[in-house]
């Protein structure tokens, strides 16, 4: 609820300009448009319920878009194929979170950049913002929305890779949060076609519980699904405790079939890691019941009020973000099974610490067995120490986001359909080595990766390809490797060009040759770079071991953040950046710090995640292109232990 919502500004414009206007709203309650639009006609349309034709009104003197959140407004962006056309184009963004950039209006081009007149971007309340687009005729308003919405969540693309998606039936905006490519018709069908084909691969539709066809089968014409061409999977729209029954109503569960594929997604671009406190000045808050749904409370104060879709918001983790963690009372009322399970994937997802009793065989199904048993694996006393509650968190938003993310539900449940996906993106790691010693422990730590499909480009900076060392090293690497051989007296930065361009993945990942990664360091990366939208992502410089004097310390960097650096042994660089910028300077040294320059003057983005998966080696003076004494580090540590200490994360047994 948003009940007093202040006045947009723009109304009395609204008002002279005369006619309709056409208002679409997402996670705000119609009645408010009121005090928000005074002194104007207009027609509104929630996204909630939003059909193939929402207004009478063809052609309305504007559009606005009034959004809760920013998440809010991805959903509204999912249906925005359905807005009018409009000279005037106003959005609202009522609540985003502390880490939220400001919108701007980065329109595509050949869509409404020509006609564009006027622009105006300023501040709504106390956290909200408000746009208004002038164009000199009638130009896509769901066009401008997704514009606002890709500005508000730094991806240049709002789409998502096949399949297509389509949605029969209201009320399913979530399935497909910021995607202005989905198409959507009745819950009968059928899916609509441009150039004449299909516009989409896999359908969602809306269906009462009592005739859901299971996520694992398509529904066929006997069940109300006309469209042979295009595989439609059910979801319940009714799936309440008051329709199934009490709590205790497991029969009518069991004919649910409860399993991940049958929850809405996160959406992995707004619900996220992103804003992660290390460090808190909150307990542990408590998921409980208030007239009928779940709200989130510490010291008998809401922090937050839950939908009763389940589904979350970032400015709700916002509010979240200092909490030592959340405890989930399942025996505790809420909206269904469904959306209960919603509720604690976008917890994990967003890398909220859960505490939880073993969840109950419905909650166990439908999150999937591993979140299942994680959100019961942590304690209260190790989410009072730092390090292993930000372990908890990663653990849990890893699983979270993928097996709940959007992009992960689509190709599971394409998958089950037997509709093709692509493959995923490929990573060269780049490893540039003067020590043939290390050779064999580098490729080791590159052989323990999992979750990403790599080739390593092995580059020997002036030693021989046929050093003992080496051979032995290749021939037990059991992934694809491709030595380069540089002449000495060549800068680093050139020879780390040659290296890329001997790479065929559409990541380049660079590699200390001596430094510990953890086994899922380069599915971490990957995870951030696919929510954050950046073009370079890499791990906090957080973990050092001072070789000389035996000492594992801990800096205390802030993580899950947009930055303008990252550990420079640890980053992942999309290819097309890379080339963009020509690759790394032909210097000798500091050739990250002039990459990471270079790529945000470009207007490229930075993004840093945690750095427990990663520790640097500090050795003799000498040994490293990045050279300070002992006494920097250990002036600048946070936390320090004898011996080599890393984190759980890193797996690393001696």
Same mark, same amino acid.
């Given at each position: 609820?948003?009940?007093?919502?202040?006045?947009?500004?723009?109304?009395?414009?609204?008002?002279?300009?005369?006619? %309709?206007?056409?208002?679409?709203?997402?996670?705000?309650?119609?009645?408010?448009?009121? #005090?928000?639009?005074?002194?104007?006609?207009?027609?509104?349309?929630?996204?909630?319920?939003?059909?193939?034709?929402?207004?009478?009104?063809?052609?309305? *003197?504007?559009? @606005?878009?009034?959004?809760?959140?920013?998440?809010?407004?991805?959903?509204?962006?999912?249906?925005?194929?359905?807005?009018?056309?409009?000279?005037?184009?106003?959005?609202?963004v009522v609540d985003t979170p502390p880490w939220?950039?400001?919108?701007?209006?980065?329109?595509?081009?050949?869509?409404?950049?020509?006609?564009?007149?006027?622009?105006?971007?300023?501040?709504?309340?106390?956290?909200?913002?408000?746009?208004?687009?002038?164009?000199?005729?009638?130009?896509?308003?769901?066009?401008?929305?997704?514009?606002?919405?890709?500005?508000?969540?730094?991806?240049?693309?709002?789409?998502?890779?096949?399949?297509?998606?389509?949605?029969?039936?209201?009320g399913l905006a979530d399935w497909r949060p910021?995607?202005?490519?989905?198409?959507?018709?009745?819950?009968?069908?059928?899916?609509?076609?441009?150039?004449?084909?299909?516009?989409?691969?896999?359908?969602?539709?809306?269906?009462?519980?009592?005739?859901?066809?299971?996520?694992? %089968?398509?529904?066929?014409?006997?069940?109300?699904?006309?469209?042979?061409? @295009?595989?439609?999977?059910?979801?319940?729209?009714?799936?309440?405790?008051?329709?199934?029954?009490?709590?205790?109503?497991?029969?009518?569960?069991?004919?649910?079939?409860?399993?991940?594929?049958?929850?809405?997604?996160?959406?992995?671009?707004?619900?996220?890691?992103? !804003?992660?406190?290390?460090?808190?000045?909150?307990?542990?808050?408590?998921?409980?019941?208030?007239?009928?749904?779940?709200?989130?409370?510490?010291?008998?104060?809401?922090?937050?009020?839950?939908?009763?879709?389940? !589904?979350?918001?970032?400015?709700?983790?916002?509010?979240?973000?200092?909490?030592?963690?959340?405890?989930?009372?399942?025996?505790?009322?809420?909206?269904?099974?469904?959306?209960?399970?919603?509720?604690?994937?976008?917890?994990?997802?967003?890398?909220?610490?859960?505490?939880?009793?073993?969840?109950?065989?419905?909650?166990?199904?439908?999150?999937?067995?591993?979140?299942?048993?994680?959100?019961?694996?942590?304690?209260?006393?190790?989410?009072?120490?730092?390090?292993?509650?930000?372990?908890?968190?990663?653990?849990?938003?890893?699983?979270?986001?993928?097996?709940?993310?959007?992009?992960?539900?689509?190709?599971?449940?394409?998958?089950?359909?037997?509709?093709?996906?692509?493959?995923?993106?490929?990573?060269?790691?780049?490893?540039?080595?003067?020590?043939?010693?290390?050779?064999?422990?580098?490729?080791?730590?590159?052989?323990?990766?999992?979750?990403?499909?790599?080739?390593?480009?092995?580059?020997?900076? #002036?030693?021989?390809?046929?050093?003992?060392?080496?051979?032995?090293?290749?021939?037990?690497?059991?992934?694809?490797?491709?030595?380069?051989?540089?002449?000495?007296?060549?800068?680093?930065?050139?020879?780390?060009? /040659?290296?890329?361009?001997?790479?065929?993945?559409?990541?380049?990942? %660079?590699?200390?040759?001596?430094?510990?990664?953890?086994?899922?360091?380069?599915?971490?990366?990957?995870?951030?770079?696919?929510?954050?939208?950046?073009?370079?992502?890499?791990?906090?410089?957080?973990?050092?071991?001072?070789?000389?004097?035996?000492?594992?310390?801990?800096?205390?960097?802030?993580?899950?953040?947009?930055?303008?650096?990252?550990?420079? !042994?640890?980053?992942?660089?999309?290819?097309?950046?890379?080339?963009?910028?020509?690759?790394?300077?032909?210097?000798?040294?500091?050739?990250?710090?002039?990459?990471?320059?270079?790529?945000?003057?470009?207007?490229?983005?930075?993004?840093?995640?945690?750095?427990?998966?990663?520790?640097?080696?500090?050795?003799?003076?000498?040994?490293?292109?990045? /050279?300070?004494?002992?006494g920097y580090f250990l002036a600048r540590a946070?936390?320090?232990?004898? !011996?080599?200490?890393? *984190?759980?994360?890193?797996?690393?047994?001696?």
């Amino acid at each position: 609820m948003t009940a007093g919502l202040p006045p947009v500004g723009m109304a009395a414009e609204l008002a002279r300009a005369g006619g %309709k206007v056409a208002v679409a709203v997402a996670g705000v309650d119609t009645a408010d448009l009121d #005090g928000l639009l005074p002194g104007v006609a207009f027609e509104a349309a929630d996204v909630d319920s939003m059909g193939p034709n929402p207004w009478a009104t063809s052609e309305p *003197s504007a559009v @606005v878009v009034v959004a809760r959140t920013p998440t809010d407004l991805r959903r509204a962006v999912t249906l925005s194929g359905a807005f009018p056309a409009a000279t005037v184009v106003g959005v609202i963004v009522v609540d985003t979170p502390p880490w939220c950039d400001a919108p701007g209006v980065p329109l595509s081009p050949g869509l409404g950049r020509r006609f564009l007149r006027d622009v105006g971007i300023s501040r709504y309340g106390k956290n909200g913002w408000r746009v208004r687009v002038r164009f000199s005729q009638p130009q896509p308003s769901g066009e401008v929305a997704a514009a606002v919405a890709r500005s508000f969540g730094g991806h240049h693309l709002n789409g998502y890779a096949l399949p297509m998606a389509g949605l029969a039936g209201p009320g399913l905006a979530d399935w497909r949060p910021g995607d202005p490519n989905t198409t959507f018709a009745d819950e009968r069908g059928p899916a609509p076609d441009r150039s004449g084909v299909t516009t989409s691969d896999l359908a969602i539709r809306t269906v009462p519980a009592a005739r859901a066809v299971p996520a694992a %089968k398509a529904a066929a014409p006997g069940d109300g699904w006309i469209d042979g061409r @295009v595989p439609a999977v059910d979801h319940p729209a009714d799936a309440t405790w008051e329709r199934l029954g009490s709590p205790g109503g497991y029969e009518a569960l069991r004919g649910l079939a409860l399993e991940p594929d049958a929850v809405p997604p996160v959406d992995e671009r707004s619900v996220n890691p992103r !804003g992660f406190l290390r460090t808190t000045t909150t307990g542990v808050a408590d998921l409980a019941q208030h007239d009928g749904r779940w709200e989130i409370r510490h010291e008998d104060r809401t922090l937050v009020g839950l939908a009763a879709s389940g !589904g979350l918001t970032d400015a709700a983790i916002g509010r979240l973000r200092s909490l030592r963690g959340v405890r989930i009372a399942w025996r505790q009322a809420h909206t269904g099974p469904i959306a209960a399970v919603r509720a604690v994937a976008g917890l994990a997802a967003a890398g909220i610490p859960l505490l939880s009793d073993p969840p109950p065989p419905w909650a166990a199904r439908a999150l999937g067995p591993e979140l299942a048993a994680l959100t019961a694996a942590a304690t209260e006393q190790e989410l009072a120490d730092d390090l292993r509650r930000e372990e908890h968190s990663v653990r849990l938003r890893r699983l979270a986001l993928a097996h709940h993310g959007t992009t992960a539900r689509w190709r599971s449940l394409a998958t089950r359909q037997g509709i093709a996906v692509p493959a995923g993106p490929t990573v060269s790691v780049i490893m540039c080595t003067r020590r043939t010693d290390l050779v064999g422990f580098a490729l080791g730590q590159i052989a323990r990766q999992r979750g990403v499909d790599l080739e390593v480009v092995l580059t020997l900076h #002036g030693v021989p390809a046929e050093a003992p060392e080496v051979v032995q090293a290749v021939a037990a690497f059991d992934r694809p490797v491709t030595i380069v051989q540089a002449d000495a007296g060549l800068p680093f930065g050139t020879v780390l060009n /040659q290296a890329a361009a001997r790479a065929t993945g559409s990541f380049l990942s %660079k590699w200390d040759d001596d430094d510990w990664y953890g086994p899922e360091h380069l599915s971490d990366m990957m995870l951030a770079q696919s929510y954050s939208g950046a073009e370079l992502v890499g791990a906090a410089s957080e973990f050092f071991y001072l070789q000389q004097i035996d000492v594992t310390l801990r800096r205390d960097w802030t993580s899950e953040t947009m930055s303008n650096h990252v550990a420079g !042994g640890t980053f992942v660089m999309s290819r097309s950046a890379f080339e963009a910028l020509g690759g790394f300077r032909p210097v000798p040294r500091s050739v990250d710090v002039h990459l990471f320059q270079d790529l945000l003057r470009a207007g490229g983005a930075i993004y840093r995640t945690h750095g427990l998966g990663f520790v640097a080696r500090r050795a003799a003076k000498g040994a490293h292109t990045w /050279q300070e004494p002992v006494g920097y580090f250990l002036a600048r540590a946070k936390d320090q232990w004898r !011996g080599f200490r890393p *984190s759980r994360l890193m797996e690393w047994e001696q």
